[in-house]
């Protein structure tokens, strides 16, 4: 920058964001299981059944990383469906495009894209989702509004991401589990503490269930409802582009 050059636009948390799931992403299964003590598959059950993809529908994963949502829409959306695997580091798309390969999943497209700036038409899918992908975002609201224009009128929008404790001795409880268990877990297991800080830090920022139903219905999106799971440590939320 001395000689006038400017650096590619790239936010410190883009950075931050890229190097913890680069770094994570050969290991970023095992983690998911250990951290969450397996749980993460039913929180990601709830929210595939609540997606309800029918055979034929177009589905866009963003931030589908490894691809646990993605192999499940495909399965659902049959031959005549397409299911498309994205996500902004091609670290985790590669782990992604191999754990499926070796599922027998051939026909999900894979591609690489930032949430904040979606590059399909409008009205091109019928279900979106990003899980547990939201909080990592720099511009939320961005991507709120351009993964909703990449809806179908009638399509809808799924964010699975954590939330707010709904009981004060639940948030004690919990704000132990990430403050100190996680980044022990983080270091013995992957030998990397400070991306499991950096997890407990982002879901500490990220928005609670009002603020993000708020800010779905900002983007455009109606009958926006939240579903609480695990006493509100995760939370769905799902709204219609009408
Ligand atoms: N959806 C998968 C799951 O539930 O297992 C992966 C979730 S992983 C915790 C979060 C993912 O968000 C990472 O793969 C990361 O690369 C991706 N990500 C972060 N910022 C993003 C952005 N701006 N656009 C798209 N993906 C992003």
């Known amino acids: 920058t001395h000689f006038g050059f400017e650096e590619v636009p790239v936010s410190d948390k883009q950075k931050r964001v890229a190097g913890v799931f680069t770094s994570v992403a050969a290991k970023y299964d095992v983690m998911n299981d250990v951290m969450s003590m397996g749980i993460h598959r039913i929180w990601k059950r709830f929210a595939i059944d609540l997606a309800a993809v029918r055979p034929g529908e177009k589905v866009l994963d963003v931030a589908g990383g490894t691809g646990d949502l993605a192999r499940e829409f495909s399965k659902a959306a049959g031959p005549k469906g397409l299911v498309v695997l994205s996500d902004i580091n091609a670290a985790m798309l590669g782990e992604g495009r191999s754990r499926l390969a070796d599922k027998g ?12 700036k979606v590059p399909f038409p409008d009205d091109t899918f019928d279900l979106i989702t990003i899980g547990f992908g939201l909080r990592n975002v720099t511009d939320k609201d961005a991507a709120l509004r351009s993964m909703t224009h990449c809806l179908k009128p009638g399509g809808r929008l799924l964010v699975l991401e954590f939330s707010k404790p709904l009981s004060a001795p639940l948030a004690k ?70």
């Open 105 to 116: 999943i051939v026909n999900v497209p894979v591609t690489q894209l930032n949430a904040e």
């Open 173 to 242: 409880l919990y704000d132990q589990y990430s403050f100190k268990f996680l980044p022990l877990m983080g270091k013995l297991v992957a030998n990397d503490a400070d991306s499991y800080r950096y997890l407990a830090e982002s879901i500490r920022m990220h928005p609670d269930q009002q603020t993000l139903k708020g800010m779905m219905e900002g983007a455009g999106l109606s009958r926006v409802q939240v579903y609480n799971l695990t006493g509100g440590i995760v939370a769905v939320h799902r709204g219609f582009k009408l």
